[in-house]
């Protein structure tokens, strides 16, 4: 096995661009420990960490469990120092899609995109919507029995008024097309 070359600048890149303080981890593995998606996961939480901290970029962009966090905010919560791993997992999806790294988890990837159109159009979800473009994106749509249970959850889903019939936007806009001007690169 090859010996592990920390490289700083990766560590301080990844630090300043998602404003995670990735620095602070040291160890405990609170993060991991109550993550409810960990055993779909190839590295623990933790190990993504301390891989940014000791600068293995290529190792993580080949990972899988940047693509498969759920962002559940569970590791934020249980973390002692505050290390705010779906941010920075969110940073790390971002750089691989900019870099146009094949990605084996393409329906995540498309769907982190329609997401970030979503909020960049809207300043919030419509579900609607968002499902609507990730079963075209997907071909989910060919399949009648998928299009029908989908149908059938969206119509129990917007009769206990859990599903809105009309988007609504976020009244003051600019603060968001500014922050998308500044960050989003995949839109």
């Known amino acids: 096995m090859a010996a592990i070359r920390p490289d700083v600048d ?3 890149e990844v630090q300043s661009e998602s404003g995670v303080n990735v ?4 160890g405990c593995k609170k993060c991991s420990n109550g993550c409810p998606v960990r055993f779909a996961m190839d590295l623990h939480p933790y190990q993504v960490v301390r891989l940014v901290q000791l600068g293995q970029a290529e190792r993580l962009k080949d990972c899988e469990t940047i693509w498969v966090c759920s962002s559940c905010q569970t590791c934020v919560t ?3 120092n505050d290390v705010d791993l779906p941010r920075l997992m969110d940073y790390l999806k971002e750089a691989v899609a900019v ?4 990605v084996r988890q393409k329906r995540v990837l498309d769907f982190h995109r ?9 300043g ?23 299009a029908v249970k989908d149908a059938r959850l969206g119509l129990a889903m917007l009769r206990r008024g859990r599903l809105r019939l ?5 009244k003051d806009r600019k603060w968001l097309k500014e922050l998308f001007r500044e960050e989003g690169k995949l839109l």
């Open 10 to 12: 990766f560590l301080k």
């Open 23 to 26: 620095s602070a981890c040291y």
């Open 78 to 80: 249980r973390c002692p």
């Open 99 to 102: 870099e146009g790294r094949a």
């Open 114 to 122: 329609i997401f970030l159109r979503e909020i960049r159009v809207r």
């Open 124 to 146: 919030r979800i419509f579900e609607a919507s968002l499902m609507t473009r990730q079963m075209l994106k997907s071909g989910d749509f060919m399949s009648f029995q998928k």
């Open 166 to 170: 009309l988007p609504e936007r976020v």
